[in-house]
C-alpha cells in the first residue's frame, strides 16, 4: 500500500467572490463547486483546491470542521516551457513576485500572495522528481 499523492487541500479565506475571481479568472482553475457563504472548490490538474470561509465549516454537524488560520503555503507545478509564461501572467495581473528562485538541479520557483495573504508558489515540473 501507498499514497499516491495530496488529492486536495484547502485554504481558509475570508471572500469567496475575491477568492473566485483570483483562482479561476486571474489563474484559470476550473470552478467544480461553490456554496456561497460557505466554499469554493476548484480543480488544479489531478487535485482540488479546497477554499473555506473557516467559520463556517465550524458550524457543519456532519463533518469534522475544516477550520485554520494564519498564512498558508501552496505550490503549483507548471511545464518547464510555461514557466517564463507564468511570470508574465502573474506580473500582468499586478502582483508582486516575492521571491525567485532556483533549486538544486536547476528547477526555477517563485512566490506571490493570493488576495488573503496566502504564499503561492509556481514550480516548474520535476522539481521533485516525479
Known amino acids: 500500500m501507498s499514497i ?3 488529492k486536495e487541500t484547502c485554504l481558509y479565506v475570508t471572500d469567496l467572490d475575491r477568492t473566485t475571481q483570483f483562482y479561476h479568472e486571474a489563474l484559470g482553475l476550473p470552478v467544480i463547486g461553490r456554496v456561497d457563504g460557505r ?9 482540488v483546491l479546497l477554499c473555506f470561509i ?3 465549516t465550524k458550524e457543519d454537524q456532519e463533518l469534522p470542521a475544516h477550520y485554520g488560520s494564519g498564512q498558508l503555503h501552496m505550490a503549483f507545478e ?3 516551457a510555461d514557466y517564463a509564461n507564468w511570470q508574465e501572467k502573474i506580473r500582468a495581473a ?7 528562485a532556483t533549486w538544486k538541479g536547476g ?5 506571490f500572495h493570493d488576495p ?4 503561492l508558489e509556481i514550480v ?3 522539481m521533485w522528481g516525479g
Not at 499586478?94 to 525567485?100: A, K, Q, T, V
Not at 528547477?107 to 512566490?111: A, D, M
Request: proline share 5%.
Open 4 to 6: 499516491r499523492q495530496i
Open 39 to 47: 466554499h469554493v472548490f476548484f480543480r488544479a490538474g489531478t487535485s
Open 54 to 56: 473557516a467559520g463556517k
Open 78 to 80: 507548471v511545464a518547464p
Open 94 to 100: 499586478g502582483l508582486p513576485i516575492l521571491h525567485e
Open 107 to 111: 528547477h526555477r520557483s517563485f512566490y
Open 116 to 119: 488573503d495573504g496566502h504564499v
Open 124 to 126: 516548474e515540473e520535476g
